[in-house]
């Protein structure tokens, strides 16, 4: 009986109790839902890695995590046409409405998510290889990264849990 | 003997049986992707789940699903130069192609889509946090949508399945 | 005792040791993080399914494999100003510059990728219903292509492993 119930639980235990994200992308929208995800999962005591990768490197630069935006051109669900678009000036006003929309909810502004997020256990980690082919160093990254590394180390840290691309 | 075959059985038991879909573009060429996978999915006996988050949500939209658009600029893949994709105009003629091939090919259109999905099961939520942000109401929302919840909500019914982000 | 070993290591086997992708973009920044996964998890000795849908197609297309890009315009995170993104020949410098620096870095090209990713053993798909819509034939297609399925299918294959959708 004792035994059964052992097995039992290694088997329930298959539950997600990890959730790895891979983001990809640098935009405001992006980044939202991936730290929205990582926080609430954390929230439930769920294992968090978030791997940033190509343009998601952006979100942890320094320079560059509070200057994210939003993409009004290449974005129909947007409503803005094309046109208005390329103008110069649109992705600032697009971004900022949607900063706007943020504030007046009083959602927390990405870095303070990434802040609280990694207090919280949620574990960052950025992309070895394409750190080099951006061009992003070390010294460029926000203090909240855990660690640099590269796709097998990845692969094995989201070993048995879900894992969602960004 | 018996009780080996039990436990055999829970192990296997944790296939996927279950797939959760979280779309967060409003676009006709990833809306397509998203439903044509929780369709498939639910005809072969998988519960299914699509929460709809961020541009997702004029997929949902009483107003919006039924003009969804395909973006031509930002898009290389679709071999339109960008200084064409501006033309305005150029994003309806580009989703009127991909309509008229969808059409052609008697696919069913997105609010047809979402309504057989439905009916077959497939469990439609809407993102409460997101749909604060983008300013939509209830009342937006087509009848198809089940239930309107949190991320936690969304980690917990998509527990011990598969997980894509669209 | 023999068999608690028997069924810790069947719970045990439901370690990923399977990883599906879904490439759904046809550009030159997505189509990398997808095979860069896909490397280091067969690498790894993990089964390894890409299914290439929609926009995907164009990766494993003879004519267009080699000409995959990177879109300046919708993309804030690349720092090029959207009314510059649509003068004709932006898409081609931001591609090269990305080429560059994926010469400059020793990094395959991803026709060679894609070689190399096929003779370690991962399975590449093409998905039927996209290429009827996207009007691709079977001859268009690289000769790694093993085979050309559907989306249930393509989730019969991936049941039981970690699936992720680029």
Known sequence: MAQTTTLKKEAAGVRVHKLSIILS?????????????????????????????FWGLSVINKKKESKLKVAPVGNPALSVPNIL????????????????????????????????AHEMGVHIHACSTTMD??????EDLIPEVDDIVGAATFLQLSEDGQTIFV
Do not use: N, W
């Open 133 to 138: 082919m951006m061009g992003v160093r070390q």
């Open 85 to 116: 678009g390329v103008i110069p000036g649109m992705t600032a006003m697009t971004t900022s409405m949607m900063r706007g929309k943020i504030k007046g909810m009083k959602l927390r502004a990405i870095p303070e998510l990434i802040h609280d």
């Open 25 to 53: 992308k640098g935009t405001l929208d992006m980044a939202y839902p991936a730290f929205m995800l990582a926080s609430a999962a954390a929230a439930m005591g769920t294992e968090v890695h978030v791997f940033f990768t």
